[in-house]
């Protein structure tokens, strides 16, 4: 099995949601299961396994999260496939293979009384009035903007259906999202435009910024001076606290005397560990969260996929330059600028930048897995001979390991 999260975000780009993607076989090996309805996990709803076995808290802690269902999985004892996660926070995603007939209407009665949401999409506008049964019971929309009136549809909805949230699918730019947001009656939007490139930018960092750069610059020389870093660290209040934080959780009962006392015991392995993730968190902080969740995925993500790229002894390399991916989002700069305000070598410049080189296939790998993109994360497992298993477990350990860096 295979499975991602995208992110729905709202007008103040505040994650709100996230959609639960997933594929339980490869359409590449298993071509007759194309069209058979497989893909989306007839039978047994891949999603709520997924939830299930990983817990929700480890997906999304308050945040709703969407599941795909189609006209066979809505049939099936979803209680007994969602035993632990709260019935609130799914929301159950139709398509158009659920029919606005009097079977299909009853069993969403039926969840919907049973505490889950729902939501229907790939409507066209011609199908508004044949499903008016199912969309009284929705409680979102999601709509590909670029086939809605949206001046039109939200006066519609806004007095037929006006409990029901719009979602905009596939806004790929900023621009887009800023003209969608100003023209008014989404509530969501979904697409790739947090996470686009720059492509022109200032070649200055932000004061507040070059603090942080700094430290990465400290910490990933070859062979850093503990103390320097502890230095630099000392100069940022949050940074010290987290620190301090991170220290008394693992001694105790030790009496930290000063910030280099505290780096000493955390050591200079765990320091530059802490350091790469620490400090990409406070440069996202005038950014969406999602950035920093992006970027941290990335990294560990990229460290866990290591062994399947026979780049095993590389890891540490791979999460970095998982790290920097969205390094141009970050400081506002195109990639080849941004990079030369930090140390990396020179495998990960050629992934980054010219999208060449052994490092550049964990890259597109993660982009294409990110997104979705079943059909291209099939080719390349293929050609790389690369167990659907592994993969998963590489996933679900970066979640997982994201959700103990900000809970623990």
């Not at 790739?192 to 400290?218: D, H, M, Q, S």
């Not at 995925?297 to 969205?326: C, H, I, P, T, W």
């Not at 400081?331 to 070598?345: G, H, T």
Request: negative net charge; proline residues 2%; charged residues 25%.
């Amino acid at each position: 099995m295979l499975v991602t999260l995208i992110p729905l975000f709202d007008e103040t780009l505040t994650v709100k949601a996230y959609s639960l993607f997933s594929q339980k076989k490869n359409m590449l090996l298993n071509p007759s299961l194309l069209g058979t309805g497989q893909r989306d996990g007839a039978g047994t709803i891949a999603g709520l396994e997924v939830i299930e076995s990983m817990g929700i808290d480890t997906i999304s802690s308050d945040k709703d999260v969407f599941v795909s269902i189609n006209n066979i999985s809505i049939f099936t004892d979803i209680n007994e496939q969602c035993k632990d996660a709260p019935h609130g926070q799914i929301v159950l995603l139709m398509d158009r293979s659920i029919k606005p007939e009097e079977m299909y209407v009853n069993r969403i009665r039926e969840l919907k009384a049973d505490g889950y949401k729902l939501a229907i999409r790939k409507l066209n506008v011609a199908d508004f009035e044949p499903y008016r049964s199912v969309l009284s019971l929705v409680d979102y929309v999601l709509l590909d903007h670029k086939k809605i009136d949206i001046s039109k549809a939200k006066i519609y909805f806004s007095k037929v259906y006006p409990n029901v949230k719009l979602c905009a699918v596939n806004v790929e730019t900023t621009n887009i999202f800023e003209e969608l947001k100003k023209e008014g009656g989404y509530t969501l939007y979904e697409g790739e435009f947090y996470r686009v490139p720059v492509t022109k930018g200032e070649t200055e960092v932000a004061p507040l910024k070059v603090n942080y750069i700094e430290l990465l610059n400290v910490v990933n020389d070859v062979d850093f001076d503990l103390t320097k870093a502890a230095d630099v660290i000392g100069r940022d209040t949050a940074l010290v606290i987290e620190l301090l934080r991170m220290v008394n959780r693992m001694a105790v009962n030790s009496e930290i005397t000063s910030i280099r006392h505290a780096a000493a015991m955390l050591g200079q392995r765990e320091l530059k560990k802490w350091i790469n993730t620490a400090v990409t968190n406070q440069l996202c902080a005038d950014k969406p969260n999602e950035v920093t969740r992006v970027s941290l995925l990335r990294a560990k993500f990229a460290e866990n996929l290591a062994a399947s790229f026979d780049l095993a002894g590389q890891a540490s390399e791979l999460f970095l330059m998982g790290l920097f991916s969205v390094l141009d989002i970050i400081l506002d700069m195109k990639m080849e600028d941004a990079l030369k305000k930090v140390k990396v070598s020179k495998q990960i410049e050629k992934a980054l930048i010219d999208r060449t080189g052994e490092f550049a296939e964990v890259l597109s790998f993660m982009i294409a897995y990110e997104s979705a993109s079943w059909g291209e994360i099939d080719r390349i497992m293929l050609l790389k001979e690369m167990d659907a298993d592994v993969v998963y477990a590489a996933y679900c350990g970066a979640l997982t390991w994201y959700r103990d860096l900000f809970t623990a």
